[in-house]
């Protein structure tokens, strides 16, 4: 920070003292009196006190009271339909500034990259600007479709949640660009080694005319923007009454929004899983048929069971690996227990799970501890587990469940279609066993992102 810079933590109280800069104003907090970024703050106003007992200043200094205010404010309109029209006019300028930023981008940088061909790939140029052309069409007619619904005579009037919930798929295409934005950054830091890349980037900024930040911190812009639409729509919700004719969409597009967050939260938590899987195929030794990628993306569960086959009643203890769609079984080295062998993989899409109870089993004429069954409806298969306990059986017979929740709901969501990387070739010897999925902790993906900005005073 500068020395005249105020900083402060989420949740601080500052008292404003000069806000004559639309952007940066000036504050205290406690002692510290400093310049911050209007943009990272939110007016606080009471809204507990009733109106009538919550005087407001006229120009001329005087206190007036609530139906005066709202006469000066326009017909029937309270300081609650202020507040509303400062965040619909903060979401549609925000938008206008954005699409600008993209314009900037699309123009100012792709456009005088694609002239030179001796210095940048098509594939480097699709790993540092991702799809971002894609989002700036999708983003230019969505802030069209908020510029109809906006009031412009009564802006707290303007009925724009329908345009969110209108666009909340279309929206979903951030998930590539979040998923990218990684490599977009390591692409950048390599070809910033060298000068003439630098040089280049500085004159594409200079040409359009963009503010004095790096091109890392300009492709930074669309994954902030994604996170700050649920926060926009809290605020107008916020400010909305629920007799208001925009408030069920209002309420309805920022759950929509919260959710586009969570898919894309999602993709990115599974396209780091598809890493691991990866890595951990290549690992297995003996390894026949397709990769478990070109089905799977998913570890639900594994361990260790004893499988009984038929038609002796053969017994063979066995590491089971449960993804989505398919189970992999694989044995232990004898004298090296961390190497795996592949033996066979079954189908789960056409499985049915029976629980057994303790005693004889017809099928296989012996007696079982702990077991369960999987039955192949067509053709008829049949494939015998006993677990060593009791609760590792629940466990199994839960992750089963689980499975075929996780294949439905990545149908629903679109996540099924999502695009698997090659297999990894020539990788060390993997400790295959920490695959084995414990707890996951919820991502810090937004959180970490929403700390970060890429403008500077």
């Known amino acids: 920070m500068d020395d005249q810079e105020l900083g402060f933590k989420a949740g601080d109280v500052i008292e404003v003292m000069d806000a004559t800069n639309k952007e940066w104003w000036w504050g205290r907090i406690l002692d510290s009196e400093g310049w911050f970024p209007a943009s990272f703050v939110r007016l606080r106003v009471n809204q507990d006190e009733p109106m009538d007992d919550y005087p407001m200043k006229a120009e001329d200094g005087k206190e007036e009271d609530a139906s005066t205010a709202a006469r000066r404010y326009g017909v029937g309109q309270t300081s609650k339909d202020q507040m509303r029209t400062n965040v619909i006019n903060e979401i549609i300028s925000t938008e206008r500034d954005y699409i600008k930023h993209l314009k900037d981008i699309c123009e100012g940088y792709i456009k005088q990259c694609r002239k030179r061909a001796d210095m940048f790939t098509e594939e480097q140029l699709k790993t540092i600007f991702g799809n971002i052309e894609d989002i700036y069409k999708c983003q230019k007619k969505f802030v069209k479709a908020l510029e109809k619904k906006f009031n412009k005579d009564h802006p707290h009037l303007s009925e724009i949640g329908s345009c969110f919930l209108e666009y909340q798929t279309e929206f979903q295409i951030y ?7 990684p490599n977009a950054c390591m692409e950048l830091s390599q070809l910033t080694k060298v000068n003439k890349y630098v040089y280049f980037f500085e004159a594409c900024r200079l040409l359009q005319k963009m503010i004095d930040i790096s091109l890392d911190g300009f492709l930074l812009t669309p994954v902030q923007k994604i996170c700050k639409y649920p926060l926009q729509l809290a605020e107008l919700l916020k400010y909305t009454n629920p007799q208001h004719r925009d408030f069920k969409d209002v309420e309805a597009a920022l759950n929509a929004m919260k959710n586009v967050a969570r898919l894309i939260n999602e993709r990115k938590r599974r396209l780091e899983n598809i890493d691991k899987i990866a890595q951990w195929q290549s ?4 390894w026949e048929g397709e990769d478990v990628l070109v089905r799977s993306s998913e570890l639900i569960y594994s361990g260790e069971l004893t499988k009984i086959s038929q038609p002796q009643a053969k017994t063979q203890q066995r590491m089971f690996f449960l993804f989505d769609h398919q ?7 004898l004298l090296r227990r961390d190497i795996l062998y592949y033996k066979s993989r079954i189908n789960m899409d056409d499985m049915e799970i029976v629980d057994m109870d303790d005693g004889k089993d017809k099928d296989f004429n012996i007696s079982v501890k702990n077991a369960f069954k999987l039955l192949c409806r ?10 060593k306990k009791p609760e590792q059986k629940q466990r199994w017979l839960k992750a089963f469940e689980n499975e ?19 297999l990894p070739t020539n990788l060390p010897q993997q400790q295959v066993f ?3 999925e414990p707890k996951r902790k919820p991502s810090n993906f937004w959180q970490n992102i929403s700390r970060l900005t890429p403008f500077r005073k």
């Open 283 to 286: 690992s297995i030794e003996d």
């Open 434 to 436: 920490m695959l084995a």
């Open 175 to 181: 998930s590539e660009y979040c998923n990218n934005h």
């Open 378 to 387: 067509d053709p008829e298969e049949v494939h015998l587990f006993c677990a």
């Open 404 to 422: 075929r929740k996780q294949v439905q709901l990545d149908q629903e969501t679109g996540m099924a279609r999502l695009s698997h990387p090659t």
């Open 327 to 333: 189970l992999v079984c694989c044995k232990k080295d």
